[in-house]
């Protein structure tokens, strides 16, 4: 079957300027109730924060669509807390991303069992709403080199010691 490009098949923009998440969702919540969705510069928008989505639906769909998205309640953005950091850029969490994140006060959860760090206000701390992880936004006071370097030293140094005492061992 041959399908007519006519006047009502067109796509028209149904929403623009979303974000590439909240136009994904859109489109798998329209497609669910059997509309065709396009989603226009969805690739920019998820490279680019800057850029906008746009989803788009056929002009015979688009009453179809509204009456579908009238049925869905959302937190508007605004409610949602945004920091940012010195800057001007919004702040995200190091780990999945998300910038859901707040500055965090308190006892820090480490991966070792029953011990905690502490995080005073103005060391940098944030917790992200989206993972629950913690993380620290400043450098450690220790740089990661020589740390390393005193690793080395002090396996190499354990490592010829037990060398050591074997060699001493096989002339007893």
């Not at 009453?63 to 001007?88: M, N, S, W, Y």
């Not at 820090?108 to 917790?127: D, K, M, N, Q």
Request: some cysteine; overall charge negative; hydrophobic content about 45%.
């Amino acid at each position: 079957m041959v399908e007519q490009f006519d006047d009502f098949n067109r796509l028209v923009p149904l929403r623009r300027g979303l974000t590439t998440a909240d136009a994904q969702l859109m489109r798998s919540l329209l497609t669910a109730n059997g509309l065709q969705v396009f989603v226009n510069s969805e690739n920019m928008g998820a490279l680019n924060y800057a850029v906008g989505t746009d989803v788009m639906v056929r002009a015979v769909d688009k009453g179809r669509a509204e009456d579908v998205l009238k049925k869905v309640a959302a937190i508007p953005r605004c409610q949602l807390p945004t920091h940012f950091d010195e800057d001007g850029e919004e702040r995200a969490c190091a780990h999945c991303g998300s910038t859901h994140v707040h500055a965090f006060v308190g006892e820090v959860p480490t991966f070792i069992p029953g011990v905690r760090l502490a995080a005073s206000a103005g060391e940098g701390w944030y917790h992200c709403l989206q993972c629950d992880s913690h993380y620290r936004e400043q450098k450690s006071r220790f740089s990661g080199m020589p740390v390393a370097l005193m690793w080395g030293g002090f396996l190499g140094g354990a490592g010829f010691a037990l060398y050591w005492v074997i060699d001493w061992l096989k002339w007893l």
